[in-house]
């Protein structure tokens, strides 16, 4: 029987860290394996989570209206994700699938503002407003009390018998200034 020759083995593969060889690769962290692969993996699961958010369902108990609700929300959020990218999720855009996405939370810090600074300027009017016929019923008090009349009488529609020391001490300091602090 003939013997085979047997060659000699092949020399070790240059150490990892060592850069001589430039075209060696080396093995990939875990890190890098995790970025690589999971991640891009990931990032449809993640567009399919958030478009779900940006469909609104209205709420109905009609069961016939959910079922069409639940068969629209699939045509929805896949026109969601197909505009995701052309049109943007942040505009508030409802062409393309009749559904009214969310306002970015600028537009809707903004009118927030607005709608307080309203609110503000009826409450700072509603203010005025009293402010001035409480002026109209000091006037009222203090030209009754030159007369003569008893205030508290007329103010309060008890007739003469009722008498309020306080009552009659704030209209005969009314004319001051300082008078309304003594109520504070």
Known sequence: ?????VS???????NAGSSSAPGA???????GMLYGT???AMIPVFL??????????PHNDDDSTIAMTQQRMFRDLTQHLTCWCTNGAHKNNTEWTGVDTPAPLGLQLAQLTLA???EMEAA?????VLEAEIDALQAQRL????????SSAQTTGLGSSFQDERLQVAVAGAGKAASWWKWW
């Not at 700072?124 to 005025?128: K, L």
């Not at 030209?143 to 008893?150: N, Q, R």
Request: hydrophobic share 35%; proline share 19%; net charge positive.
């Open 8 to 14: 000699a083995p092949p020399p070790p593969p240059p």
């Open 124 to 128: 700072q009017e509603r203010v005025r």
């Open 25 to 31: 690769k080396r093995p990939k962290s875990p890190h």
């Open 1 to 5: 029987m003939a013997r085979a020759e």
């Open 143 to 150: 030209a009754a009390s030159s007369m003569g009349v008893s």
């Open 38 to 40: 999971t991640f891009p």
């Open 116 to 118: 307080h600074e309203k």
């Open 48 to 57: 399919l989570g958030s478009a779900v958010y940006l469909v609104r369902v």
